[in-house]
């Protein structure tokens, strides 16, 4: 009894261990947050161990796996509600100088690193399909939807599943999921990021392009950054709930808030839902840079059009980034 035990749990990490990472990249989706996801994907497993030995095998293994991992993040969201952006929040802020006040009562979106919702490298097409469906600005459209329209956009749009699939993971009608597709649609066509106007990370223009950003921070280089920028810029940082339209507001916001001087500040380059980032460290009085905040970047062909800079300094570990500099 014990040896097949240990063969049937052999067998089930075998099969449903490949799912993992794409279960993530589902999950945060979902959520809105790479702690929430990974949380709740130790859950999915969990809960699929316990079960795996009545799964009969009606369907694939991946899609038992996808209706469990569904199920647990709705629950969640019924319990933790959606993750927004400043940006979603209400109108920005014409005061750059005004001291910014936190909301950490508020569940802010977090950014997801690249190499943890990564696509097979080997397969260019994933690469691309993966890259825009964890954008941020797609993300954080997501939580606005009602949690079913997510889930059905997520899985129609995203993962490409036919609509009877949708509707026997849900329990309801194709009529109804089709519905569910068409409103979340609508409601998404004005939030999501346009895809012709972003620049894919294999651009070489955006190499020169983050070098002279980084470069304009480290040196406190405020005119080079009003340059890097376009015109009507975005400039949000939660957990404050504050944000900045603008080139001129943005650069007023960094002058006020941070005062940097040449050296206080040090980037160092980072990849976060498909889009360039950096772990931005600030010196202490000790001379040590310590984390200071994420920053994800959306860059179009004319500059750098919006920066999600996140304050969140337990990030820097998810991200792979040291301590201090």
Known sequence: MANDTLDTDQDFQHLADPYRRELLAHCYRMLGSIHD??????????????????????????????????????TAIDQRGHRPMPSGLGAPSDEPEKPVVASP??????????AVLGADPSDPATIVAAREST????????????????????LRDVLKWRA?????????????????????RAQLEQAAPARDE???????????LLERYAKAFEEADIAGLVEIFKK???????????????????????????????????????????????????????????????QVL????????????????????????PPSL
């Not at 009562?105 to 690249?114: G, I, K, R, S, Y």
């Not at 949000?236 to 206080?264: H, K, N, S, Y």
Request: aromatic share 10%; hydrophobic share 45%; glycine share 6%.
């Open 105 to 114: 009562e508020v569940p802010w979106l977090e950014p997801a690193p690249d």
């Open 164 to 184: 009877a699939e949708v509707a026997e993971l849900l329990d309801t009608s194709t009529a109804a999921v089709n519905s569910a597709l068409q409103r979340a």
């Open 37 to 74: 996801a990974e949380d709740l994907v130790q859950e999915t497993y969990l809960r699929a161990w316990r079960s795996y030995g009545n799964f009969e095998g009606r369907s694939s293994l991946r899609t038992w796996l996808y209706r469990i991992a569904t199920n647990v993040c709705l």
């Open 298 to 321: 959306a860059i179009t062909g004319e500059g750098v059009a919006q920066v999600s800079a996140f304050f969140d300094t337990e990030l820097f570990a998810t991200f792979g980034l």
């Open 135 to 154: 954008r941020l600005a797609f993300v954080a459209a997501l939580q606005h939807l009602p949690a079913k329209q997510r889930v059905v956009l997520i």
């Open 232 to 294: 009507d810029a975005v400039w949000e940082m939660p957990p404050f709930p504050e944000w900045f339209v603008g080139v001129e507001a943005i650069v007023r916001l960094i002058t006020a808030q941070c005062a940097p001087t040449p050296g206080d500040l040090r980037m160092v380059p980072a990849a976060a839902n498909g889009q360039p980032a950096f772990g931005l460290y600030k010196r202490d009085e000790d001379g040590v840079h310590r984390p200071f905040q994420i």
């Open 198 to 208: 972003l620049v894919e990370p294999t651009d070489p223009a955006q190499r020169d």
